[in-house]
């Protein structure tokens, strides 16, 4: 399964944009980007996905580089209920419908 | 609407007893998945049904994990003979689709084998 890197651990201020990074060099044509996050406590929560295309929620933005090897979950403005782990997983199209789960960014936000 | 629930939420079993932890998923969900979580580790696949059907168990780490799914809907996930080892918070989450791509997590059960 291919490997996504992010970095351990992040700070923000509340209200402003938060830009978490992930790197997936060997990212297959087939692969979508997905990003969960887990608040404490609780299970993983869906939070966006895309394939090549930059794509917008309600909850955030995924930016996808054009050679697909990084991309970039945008928080427009953190509150302090978005404090937690994200998860940036790759996930094949066509084999497998299970999630790899890496260790992902502890995300904190100050007031 | 009603999520992904499990129970018991805790469970502290001596070791070598069995456990069984239950998932009462989205109703309609077809698929539904285990995960075992330690602590501070990432989520890790463990079985995968979609309907009754259990279509990948290659994440079960052993053959004291056993998971079902007879009707489609509600699955159990037993551990026999528990070890130390199998400390853990165990996930379910169920999807409606068949791709899966979007999956719906329960709150999880803690169980602490001592």
């Known amino acids: 399964d291919a490997k996504t890197t992010q970095p351990n651990s992040m700070e923000s201020n509340e209200e402003e944009p938060v830009h978490l990074p992930c790197n997936h060099s060997?990212?297959?044509?087939?692969?979508?980007i997905h990003w969960y996050r887990q608040l404490p406590s609780q299970g993983p929560e869906y939070v966006i996905h895309?394939?090549?295309s930059n794509v917008n929620n309600r909850m955030a933005s995924l930016a996808i580089a054009e050679d697909r090897k990084s991309s970039t979950l945008i928080l427009h403005r953190a509150t302090l209920r978005d404090a937690a782990v994200y998860y940036c997983?790759?996930?094949?199209?066509?084999?497998?419908?299970?999630?790899?789960f890496g260790t992902g960014t502890l995300l904190a936000v100050q007031p | 609407g009603a999520g992904v629930s499990q129970s018991p939420r805790y469970k502290v079993a001596k070791r070598g007893q069995d456990v069984a932890l239950r998932c009462d998923p989205i109703s309609g969900h077809v698929s539904l998945f285990w995960y075992q979580q330690a602590l501070g580790q990432g989520p890790e696949f463990l079985t995968y049904?979609?309907?009754?059907?259990?279509?990948?168990k290659s994440g079960l780490p052993s053959d004291r994990f056993f998971a079902e799914r007879p009707e489609g809907s509600v699955s159990t996930l037993k551990i026999q003979r528990t070890q130390q080892e199998d400390s853990a918070v165990y996930l379910c989450?169920?999807?409606?689709?068949?791709?899966?791509?979007?999956?719906?997590f329960g709150p999880g059960t803690r169980l602490t084998v001592t």
């Open positions: 895309g394939l090549t």
């Open positions: 989450a169920s999807s409606p689709r068949l791709s899966a791509y979007e999956q719906y």
């Open positions: 060997t990212i297959s044509g087939t692969d979508y």
């Open positions: 997983i790759l996930r094949d199209r066509g084999a497998t419908n299970k999630l790899i």
């Open positions: 049904f979609q309907n009754e059907a259990q279509l990948d």
